[in-house]
Nanobody, 116 residues
Framework: QVRLVESEGGLVQPGGSLRLSCTAS????????MGWYRQAPGKERELVAT???????EYADSVKGRFPISKDIVKNTVYLEMNALKPEDTAVYYC??????????WGQGTQVTVSS
């Protein structure tokens, strides 16, 4: 059962922008946080940005000011607006959700490549 549906990533030139979205299935009970992690080749998965049910946000230092995260409660969807993209932002981006019981859910991942 697919619980997190991510939008497609893509190839973007340096300095460009891309928006990722992730919609959570209604089968996930009481989501308290959603967000994005990423994993570059040869590196560990790292937090990009998260947003809680109260609207509190958390960002990796590397994306602060460039990747605002937002959510649409009605659509159960979280958005990541990636601006001023750099080659080092190239990675597989994974949507993440946590429910009230502390269970984690992960999307299948979407490739974002920043290259000229």
């Amino acid at each position: 059962q697919v619980r997190l549906v991510e939008s497609e990533g893509g190839l973007v030139q340096p300095g460009g922008s891309l928006r990722l979205s992730c919609t959570a299935s209604s089968s996930i009970f009481r989501i308290i946080a959603m967000g994005w992690y990423r994993q570059a080749p040869g590196k560990e998965r790292e937090l990009v940005a998260t947003i809680s049910d109260t609207g509190r946000t958390e960002y990796a230092d590397s994306v602060k000011g460039r990747f605002p995260i937002s959510k649409d409660i009605v659509k159960n969807t979280v958005y990541l607006e990636m601006n001023a993209l750099k080659p080092e932002d190239t990675a597989v981006y994974y949507c993440y959700a946590e429910d009230q019981l502390g269970r984690d859910y992960w999307g299948q991942g979407t490739q974002v490549t920043v290259s000229s």
